[in-house]
C-alpha cells in the first residue's frame, strides 16, 4: 500500500508525475471523494434530528459525528499520500462494465415492479448472461427455464407465494 | 420431564415426519446455499403454508431448514465469499481463502462437520437444560442485555481490519442504518422519510444480500468471462472418513464456540451471527499461531460454523419458555408454533410434550443428518452448480436475490433498498472498508440503545441504574477485558511479529 | 382522449362486473389483508375465522389470508382502506391501535374509511407484579403509588396501545403515578416482569394465561369473569371499575354494497354462536367476543375518542 517496497527509481518517477497533476488529481482520488461524500451526507443527516428529543437523537447524532470526525480523519490521510505522490488504487479495471452491470440490475428491479416477475426475469437471466459474455443460446435458454421452473414449482405453486404481477397492469 | 422426552420419540421417528425432516434439511442446505435466500425469508414463507400440516410435520420443516441452512450459507461463503446467511459472514474470513488456495472441499467438510456438533450440542441444551437455561435469560434485563450488546460490538474492535479510521467509518454506518425506523421508547420516526416500510427499520437480511451479494456479482460480471483455471477451481474433495482426523485437533474450538454458540443463543435478541463472530475471535485470541487466520485457517471455519449452529436450538429456549426469540429465524419460528396453537410458557411443555419434545428431538436429529446430507452429495452437486460459466451464475444470483429480498415482507421497496445498499457495498469493498462491522453494528446498535434507553426508563434516567448488580458489573469486567487485554498483551508481547493479522 | 374513454370503458365493464358479482358473492376468493406477519396474534385469528366464515357465506366460497405486515399493522390496514369496496378486500382491524395511529402519525386512513363488519377478539388487559414485588393486591398497588409517585416501575409493549390507555386508566381513577417502561411487545415486557426488572406489567390475558404460576395477576379489565380464564378475578370484583382491552377484528373498504354487507355480517353473526369456532380461538389463545356492524362501529367510536382525549392530555411522543 505505502509502495515502501518500490524501487526507488519508480518510485521517484511517481512523485515526478504527481507534482505535474497534483493540484488537479487530489481532489479527485476515490479515498478524498468518499471522505467528502460521507462528510456531506452525515451533515444532512444531521438536520433532522433537532426535530427530535434528545435522548433519540443521542446515538443517530454521536454516528453522524462520529462519521464525520472519522471522514475527516480518512482525508488527511489521503491528502498525506497524495502529498507524498503516492497514486490512488483504481476502483475498478472496467467501469463501464460496472456500471452496465448496476445498470441491468436496477433496470430487472424496475421491470419486475412495472411489468412483472415473470416476464421480467424470463427476459433478464438471458439478457445478463449473454451481454457479459455467456453466449451459448442451448445454455441460455435451459438456464432460463431451469430457473423460472424452479422459481414457480417452489415458491407459486409449492407456497403459494406471489410475486409482483406489474404495477402497470393493476390499473 | 425425562420421561416425556422418551415418549415423544416414537413420534419423531414415524414416516411422515421424519420425512419432514430430511426434507426440511435438504431445502435448508439449498436455501442457504443460494446467495440472497435466507433461512428466515424460508421460514417465513413456509409458516402460513404449515397451517394446514400436522404439526411435527411443520415443525420437522423448520427444524430442518434452520439446521440446515445455517449450514448451507458455508457454501457459498467458503465458494464465492458471499454468506448465504447473515451467520457466515465470519465463515467467509477463512473459507474463502482456504478455496482460493485449492483446499475449498477441505473447508466445506470443516464447516459441515462443525455445523454438526454445534447443532447437537445445542440441541442437548434445549432438550435436557431448558428450564434452567431460560432462568439463566431472566437475570438479564434491559441493563444486561445493554452490556452484552456493548460486548458484542467491542468485538468489532477485531474487525476492523488493516485500516481502523476505516473499519470505524463501517461501525458507524452499521450502527446509524440500525437506528432508521421508529423511536424505541416513543415510536417517532427517525429518518423514514414518511415511508411506512421503513417504520420498523431495515431488516438485516436487506442489508446483507446488498452489501455481500452484490459485489460480487457485479464482480463475476466485470470479470471477462476467461478467467478460472487456477486452484480455486478444484474442490480437493476427500472422502470425509479421510479428512476427519484432521479435523480431531479442532475439539477446544469446538467446546469453546459451542458453549459461545448457546450462551448467546438464550440471550433474547442477539443472534447467529453475533455468536460466530465472538466465537470466531475467541477462537483466534486463543490459538497459538494468531497469524494464519484470515489467510485460510481451517479452525476459524470451525469457530464461527460450531457457534452459529449451536444457537439454532438455543435460540428456542427463550422463544418456548418466554415467548422471546433468540434470533430472528426463532422469531419467524415462534410464529409457527403460534400456528399450531403452541403457546409459549412454561405450561407449553405440560400441555403439549409429545410436540415439544418431539420438536428437540428433530433439532438433534437434523443435527446428525446435516452430516449425512450435507456430507459429499450436497456439497458436491452445490459446488458443481456455483462453477456454472460466471456471467450465467451471476444472472441466476441476481434473481434469487430479488427473490429473498421480496419474500421477507413483500414490498418492492425492500429491494430497491437492497440495490442501494448494494451500491454502498460495491463502493466500500472496492475501497477497503470493511463490511462486518456493518453487519455486528446493525444488529447490535439499535439493540443496545434500546436497552440502555429501557433501562434508564426503570432507573427513572438514573445512569447508576446499569451498574447496579452482580450481573451487569461481570458484564462490564469482561468487556474492559476485552478492550484492555488485548492492549496489554500488545505492549508486553510485541517482540513477535506484527501480531494478529487482520485481514478480515 | 383515448385513455378517458379506456377508462370509461374500464368503468362500465367493472361496474357490469359487479352488478353480476353481487348476484351470487362471493364468486371469487375473498382476501383477508393482515397487517402483521404470519404467526401473529392477527394473523392466527384470522387463520382461524377464516374456514368458518367460508362455511357460513356458503357455494364455495374461500378465503385467502394475505400477510401485509409492518408499521404495527399501519401497511396492511391502509391498503385495506384504499382497496375496492367489492367485498373481495377485506382486512383485520386492531383497537385502540389503529385508531392511535391516525392520531400519533400521518396515516392515510380515518375511521370513516371502513365498513365495520365484526370485532371477533376482546383480550382484555390484566395487571401483573412480579413475584418478588410483594404488590400481590390491587390495593397494595395502588397505597404503594400513592405513597411513592413514580417508583413503581411499568412493564409494557408500547406507548399509544392498550396496555398504555389502560394505565392512563388507571392513574386518573386512583390519583397515582407509575413510571412507564415500553418494551418491543409484550413477551420481553412479560421476561423483564418474571426476572423482577420491573415491579408492575400491563398485559393482556391470553399473554398470562400460561404464566400464572410465574406471576401474581392482581386482576382482570372485564365487567365479567372471562371464559377464557374464569379463577381470575375482574376489577370491578375489587372495587376498581377498570375495563380495558385489545380488539382485533375484521372490516371492509368503506361504500361495500348493501347486500354483500349483509352477507357477511350474517356470517359473522352465526361465527359467533360457534362452539367448534370458540373451541378452536381458545385454543389458540384468543379470548372471542363477537361484536358486529353498528356496534363495532359504535365501538371504534368510543376508543377513538379515549385514544384522542388521552393523546391531547398526555402525548406519547
Redesign the interface.
Known amino acids: ?1 505505502r509502495g515502501i517496497s518500490l524501487p526507488r527509481t519508480i518510485s521517484i518517477r511517481h512523485e515526478a508525475e504527481a507534482m505535474s497533476n497534483n493540484h488537479r488529481n487530489r481532489l479527485i482520488r ?2 478524498t471523494l ?1 471522505a467528502l461524500g ?1 462528510v456531506a451526507v452525515a451533515t444532512a ?1 444531521l438536520v ?1 434530528t433537532a426535530s ?2 434528545p ?2 437523537a443521542l ?2 447524532a454521536a ?2 459525528v ?2 464525520i470526525i ?2 475527516v ?2 482525508l488527511i ?1 489521503d491528502q498525506r499520500k497524495a502529498t507524498a505522490g503516492e497514486e490512488p488504487k483504481p ?4 467501469p463501464k ?2 456500471l452496465g ?2 445498470g441491468l ?2 433496470g ?2 424496475l421491470a ?2 412495472f411489468i412483472g416477475f415473470y416476464v421480467s ?1 424470463a427476459i ?11 453466449r451459448n443460446p442451448l ?2 435458454a435451459i ?1 432460463t427455464a431451469i ?1 423460472l421452473g424452479a ?1 414457480f414449482m417452489i ?1 407459486d405453486f ?7 404481477a406489474g404495477r402497470l397492469w393493476e390499473n | 420431564m425425562y420421561s416425556d422426552l422418551l415418549h415423544a420419540l416414537p413420534n419423531v421417528v414415524a414416516f411422515a415426519n421424519f420425512a419432514a425432516l430430511v426434507i426440511g434439511v435438504l431445502a435448508g442446505i439449498v436455501v442457504g446455499a443460494m446467495p440472497g435466500l435466507s433461512a428466515t425469508m424460508a421460514i417465513s414463507v413456509l409458516v402460513p403454508f404449515t397451517f394446514g400440516l400436522d404439526p411435527l410435520v411443520a415443525l420437522g420443516l423448520m427444524a430442518g431448514i434452520y439446521n440446515g441452512a445455517m449450514y448451507g450459507g458455508a457454501i457459498p461463503a467458503v465458494l464465492l465469499r458471499i454468506p448465504g446467511t447473515p451467520a457466515a459472514v465470519a465463515t467467509t474470513f477463512d473459507g474463502y481463502p482456504m478455496a482460493q488456495k485449492g483446499e475449498g472441499g477441505f473447508a466445506l467438510q470443516v464447516a459441515v462437520v462443525s455445523s454438526s456438533i454445534g447443532g447437537i450440542a445445542s440441541a442437548f441444551a434445549l432438550m435436557l437444560l431448558a428450564p434452567p437455561l431460560s432462568k439463566v435469560t431472566l437475570l438479564f434485563g434491559p441493563s444486561e442485555v445493554f452490556w452484552v450488546a456493548v460486548f458484542g460490538l467491542c468485538s468489532i474492535i477485531f474487525l476492523l481490519g488493516g485500516n481502523p479510521v476505516k473499519g470505524l467509518i463501517s461501525a458507524c454506518f452499521g450502527v446509524f442504518v440500525s437506528v432508521v425506523g421508529s423511536d424505541p421508547i416513543f415510536g417517532t420516526d427517525r429518518y423514514t422519510f414518511g415511508q411506512l416500510e421503513l417504520l420498523d427499520g431495515i431488516h438485516i437480511v436487506i442489508l446483507l444480500v446488498g452489501l455481500y451479494a452484490l459485489p460480487p456479482v457485479i464482480d463475476l460480471l466485470e470479470t471477462p468471462l476467461k478467467t478460472d483455471t487456477s486452484n480455486s477451481d478444484k474442490l480437493g474433495t476427500e472422502p470425509i472418513w479421510r479428512t476427519l482426523p484432521r479435523m480431531l485437533r479442532f475439539w477446544k474450538t469446538w467446546l469453546r464456540s459451542a458453549a459461545i454458540g448457546i450462551w448467546i443463543g438464550i440471550l433474547p435478541g442477539a443472534g447467529g451471527s453475533m455468536a460466530a463472530f465472538m466465537s470466531y475471535n475467541e477462537a483466534r485470541r486463543t490459538s497459538k499461531t494468531p497469524n494464519t487466520w484470515g489467510n485460510g485457517e481451517p479452525e476459524g471455519i470451525a469457530a464461527s460454523e460450531t457457534a452459529n449452529n449451536a444457537d439454532t436450538a438455543s435460540a428456542l429456549i427463550p422463544a418456548l419458555t418466554l415467548g422471546i426469540p433468540g434470533t430472528a429465524v426463532a422469531a419467524v419460528m415462534l410464529g409457527g408454533l403460534l400456528v399450531h396453537g403452541l403457546q409459549p410458557g412454561p405450561m407449553l411443555f405440560r400441555d403439549n410434550p409429545d410436540i415439544v419434545f418431539g420438536f428437540m428431538w428433530q433439532f438433534l436429529f437434523g443435527a446428525i443428518l446435516l452430516v449425512f446430507l450435507g456430507g459429499s452429495l450436497a456439497t458436491n452437486s452445490f459446488a458443481k452448480l456455483l462453477k456454472l460459466p460466471r456471467p450465467l451464475l451471476g444472472s441466476v444470483i441476481i434473481v434469487l436475490m430479488l427473490i429473498g429480498v421480496y419474500s421477507i415482507h413483500g414490498p418492492m421497496f425492500d429491494v430497491y433498498l437492497m440495490l442501494g445498499f448494494g451500491a454502498v457495498g460495491y463502493l466500500m469493498d472496492k475501497l477497503k472498508f470493511p463490511l462486518p462491522p456493518v453487519v455486528l453494528g446493525l444488529i447490535l446498535g439499535s439493540f443496545a440503545e434500546e436497552n440502555l434507553r429501557l433501562a434508564l426508563r426503570i432507573g427513572r434516567g438514573d445512569w447508576s441504574v446499569l451498574f447496579a448488580n452482580t450481573t451487569s458489573q461481570i458484564l462490564v469486567l469482561m468487556t474492559v477485558a476485552v478492550i484492555v487485554g488485548p492492549i496489554i498483551k500488545r505492549r508486553y508481547f510485541n517482540k513477535s511479529a506484527n501480531g494478529p493479522d487482520e485481514k478480515a | 382522449m383515448k385513455t378517458t374513454m379506456k377508462c370509461a370503458a374500464l368503468a362500465g365493464v367493472m361496474i357490469l362486473a359487479g352488478g353480476m358479482a353481487l348476484a351470487e358473492y362471493p364468486e371469487k376468493p375473498i382476501q383477508v389483508i393482515v397487517g402483521y406477519s404470519a404467526g401473529g396474534g392477527t394473523d392466527v385469528m384470522a387463520r382461524t375465522t377464516a374456514p368458518f366464515i367460508e362455511k357460513y357465506l356458503g357455494e364455495g366460497a374461500s378465503i385467502v389470508v394475505k400477510n401485509m405486515p409492518g408499521a404495527s399493522g399501519q401497511i396492511g390496514i391502509t391498503e385495506v382502506a384504499n382497496s375496492d369496496p367489492d367485498g373481495y378486500t377485506l382486512g383485520t382491524f386492531n383497537l385502540p391501535g389503529m385508531m392511535a395511529r391516525t392520531l400519533d402519525r400521518q396515516a392515510d386512513y380515518d375511521r370513516d374509511s371502513f365498513t365495520y363488519l365484526a370485532n371477533v377478539v376482546n383480550d382484555p388487559n390484566v395487571i401483573v407484579t412480579s413475584k418478588n414485588s410483594g404488590l400481590d393486591t390491587i390495593d397494595k398497588l395502588i397505597a404503594e403509588a400513592k405513597e411513592n409517585p413514580g417508583a413503581i416501575t411499568v412493564g409494557m409493549s408500547s406507548l399509544g396501545g392498550d396496555d398504555h390507555f389502560m394505565l392512563i386508566k388507571l392513574q386518573n381513577m386512583t390519583e397515582t403515578e407509575f413510571t412507564i417502561v415500553p418494551f418491543k411487545g409484550s413477551a420481553p415486557a412479560r421476561t423483564a416482569l418474571m426476572g423482577g426488572h420491573v415491579a408492575m406489567g400491563i398485559l393482556n390475558i391470553s399473554e398470562v394465561a400460561n404464566f400464572q404460576e410465574e406471576l401474581n395477576v392482581l386482576g382482570v379489565a372485564l365487567a365479567e369473569r372471562s371464559d377464557f380464564a374464569p379463577d381470575l378475578p375482574t376489577f370491578a370484583e375489587q372495587g376498581v371499575d377498570l375495563i380495558n382491552g385489545s380488539m382485533r377484528g375484521v372490516v371492509a373498504p368503506a361504500g361495500l354494497p348493501e347486500d354483500v354487507e349483509a352477507k357477511l355480517l350474517d356470517a359473522f353473526t352465526q361465527l359467533a354462536e360457534d362452539p367448534e369456532f370458540i373451541a378452536a380461538m381458545k385454543a389458540t389463545a384468543n379470548p372471542v367476543e363477537v361484536v358486529t356492524g353498528a356496534d363495532f362501529k359504535a365501538l371504534t367510536g368510543d376508543l377513538y375518542d379515549l385514544a384522542k382525549e388521552v393523546w391531547e392530555t398526555t402525548p406519547w411522543n
Not at chain 1, 91 to 94: D, E, N, V, Y
Not at chain 1, 124 to 134: C, D, E, I, K, T
Open positions: 500500500m476515490p479515498e468518499t460521507i443527516f433532522p427530535l428529543k435522548i433519540s446515538l443517530p454516528m453522524l462520529g462519521l472519522l471522514s480523519a480518512l490521510d476502483m475498478t479495471s472496467a462494465r460496472v452491470a448496476f440490475i436496477l430487472y428491479a419486475v415492479d426475469t433478464a437471466v438471458p439478457l445478463v448472461a449473454y451481454a457479459f459474455g455467456y445454455g441460455l438456464a430457473v422459481i415458491f409449492g407456497m403459494s407465494q406471489d410475486f409482483p
